[in-house]
């Protein structure tokens, strides 16, 4: 099986070591291994590799930074993200960047090794722990769409006034209702949109909040 060549970047010595370590004992050449983002760029002039695999934080520049200028200037470039968190911002953060792969720092080994294999050879990888994050988001967005069609001019009202941190007094004396009123309208949005608690309404809220003012 032909070698998959490939620039391996992390500012910790021992990680990149293993990671190093784990992939070299399959189809990976490695032809550089750095550990400041501001090399990288040159690191792959040079060598020009089939895939790199980048930490979302290094050195200098971000990985996640660094993958938007790399693939600017060589559109070909296939990239594999190593993160250390699944937080959202990470996964909208890779989403944005043209990267072709994510997978958690903590991830087992055969499941680095399929990542790296399946972006080095042109394919899509996401990890299991943002896999579960996306259904989720899907599912959310599922509801909020059909949701959209049954969402009173009213309940519309209350859910922009939570937006700006009323409270449901405040909402009722702002619309001319009691605040048993607001309570209901509150009560009957989380049944539309599937969610627990006015939290978890008014996060919702704010993530959405292009599509809620054109409702």
């Known amino acids: 099986m032909e070698k998959i060549s490939t620039i391996i970047a992390d500012g910790n010595e021992i990680f990149r070591h293993g ?3 784990i ?3 399959h189809q990976f050449d490695i032809v550089s291994e750095i550990d400041n983002g501001a090399l ?3 690191a792959y002039e040079i060598e020009k590799p089939q895939l790199c695999v980048l930490s ?3 050195p200098e520049i971000s990985g996640i930074h660094l993958t938007s200028k790399l693939i600017e200037k060589f559109p070909e ?3 594999l993200i190593l993160a250390d968190d699944n937080k959202e911002d990470t996964l909208n953060d890779f989403l944005a960047s043209g990267a072709q792969g994510l997978l958690m720092k903590s991830a087992h080994r055969i499941e680095l090794v399929d990542a790296a294999t399946k972006v080095g050879e042109g394919d899509t990888y996401l990890g299991k722990v ?6 989720r988001e899907y599912r959310r967005l599922t509801a909020y769409r059909k949701s959209k069609k049954i969402i009173t001019r009213r309940e519309r009202e209350v859910l922009h006034l939570l937006i700006h941190g009323n409270t449901s007094t405040e909402i009722a004396s702002i619309l001319f209702i009691s605040p048993r009123t607001v309570e209901k309208h ?3 949005l989380l049944k539309k949109l599937d969610l627990k608690n006015t939290a978890s309404l008014v996060r919702f809220a704010l993530e959405n909040k292009n ?3 054109h409702m």
């Open 40 to 42: 990288v760029l040159s």
């Open 19 to 21: 990671l190093r370590s």
């Open 186 to 188: 509150r009560t009957n």
């Open 23 to 25: 992939l070299s004992d």
């Open 77 to 79: 470039t296939r990239i």
């Open 211 to 213: 599509h809620l003012e």
């Open 130 to 135: 943002y896999s579960k994050m996306m259904t």
């Open 56 to 58: 979302f934080e290094l």
